[in-house]
């Protein structure tokens, strides 16, 4: 090779790397995964629901860049405890446990009061029995999602009773298959999203029927979570935007 091509292609891949190196994306990442109603993807870039919604609105009131990226729930998470970016999640609960490595914004909606959902032909279990007699009765077989909270209520009975559970990894569509598929009696969902999951996993909704427990408290706050390198000033300004979610004092 030539001694002055060689220095002309020197000089061409150190512009490259100057130019692509200067161009920096510096959105905050939105990470989310499919499910209604809480999280649809409406067009390319563009997620609306319970939960998309006040997030996208309150990050375009701060006038905050952020792009959209469609991730598994169990890979968010991991993110947020690598911390090696920018990155934040939409619609999660709020943990000791996670607080050791996110920060939250103020609450962007609450949940109904969770219930369980089982076929309707499930004579083990019913409404109008309390969780604790539920998850107490070793007869009954309760699905959870692996690294799922479903509220501090919820979770603690869970350690505490330590009941008869099948934990999985899968998302809601493929765990109500395995209901179907009498791998469990029953699951938590949050009310506001039965008939969509149930539409998604293309099972008919006459097939299950929905429990609610006599001491099931109203539903958790669902907040946005980002990482540590999210600076304190753009919880800040999120804040700001984020609309009550009940008249009077909100929530922590």
């Not at 970016?85 to 939409?90: A, K, Q």
């Not at 959902?117 to 699905?143: C, Q």
């Not at 958790?220 to 008249?247: A, F, G, T």
Request: hydrophobic share 40%; aromatic share 10%; charged share 25%.
């Amino acid at each position: 090779m030539k001694p002055v091509f060689r220095l002309t292609l020197l000089i061409f891949l150190m512009l490259v790397v100057l130019i692509t190196g200067g161009f920096t994306d510096d959105r905050i990442r939105l990470h989310y995964n499919e499910r209604p109603p809480y999280l649809i993807t409406v067009a390319e870039g563009i997620v609306a629901g319970l939960t998309a919604t006040p997030s996208s609105l309150a990050f375009q009131s701060a006038g905050i860049p952020f792009v959209w990226r469609n991730t598994p729930s169990k890979r968010q998470m991991h993110i947020l405890e690598q911390n090696e970016g920018r990155d934040c999640l939409v619609g999660w609960f709020k943990n000791s446990e996670r607080e050791t490595f996110a920060k939250y914004t103020k609450p962007i909606y609450r949940d109904k009061p969770t219930i369980g959902l089982a076929l309707f032909n499930n004579s083990k279990i019913a409404t109008g029995w309390t969780l604790k007699d539920v998850l107490a009765n070793k007869n009954i077989r309760l699905l959870t999602k692996n690294g799922y909270s479903y509220g501090k209520f919820i979770d603690n009975i869970i350690v505490d009773l330590r009941p008869n559970r099948l934990n999985v990894t899968a998302e809601n569509t493929k765990m109500i298959r395995m209901l179907s598929a009498d791998r469990a009696d029953f699951m938590f969902m949050a009310e506001e999203e039965v008939d969509g999951v149930l539409k998604s996993a293309n099972m008919l909704r006459s097939d299950f029927k929905t429990v609610n427990f006599l001491d099931t408290p109203p539903g958790s706050y669902r907040y946005i979570l980002c990482s540590m390198k999210v600076e304190d000033h753009i919880i800040e300004k999120l804040n700001h935007w984020i609309k009550p979610i009940d008249q009077g004092t909100s929530p922590k």
